[in-house]
């Protein structure tokens, strides 16, 4: 025997968050956050141990940064 479909819901619908388009998170960091907005933003591809699979090229970054900000 089948299960009977479920009642609907009475209250209000909210908009599901397909249907809301929003910011990623790294954009929304980025817009809160002043000196964020003047920086160049780039992704590395990687594990979790980024520092492995990325090594030389996250050095690469971390010295840019910090000639140009320090």
């Not at 209250?11 to 929003?22: F, L």
Request: glycine share 6%.
């Amino acid at each position: 025997m089948s299960k009977p479909a479920p009642e609907p819901s009475s209250g209000p619908r909210r908009p599901s968050a397909r249907r809301t388009p929003r910011r990623s998170l790294p954009a929304r960091l980025i817009a809160r956050v002043p000196a964020a907005q003047v920086q160049p933003h780039a992704r590395l591809v990687g594990s979790p141990f980024v520092q492995e699979d990325c090594g030389p090229e996250l050095a690469r970054r971390v010295v840019e940064l910090v000639r140009t900000t320090g």
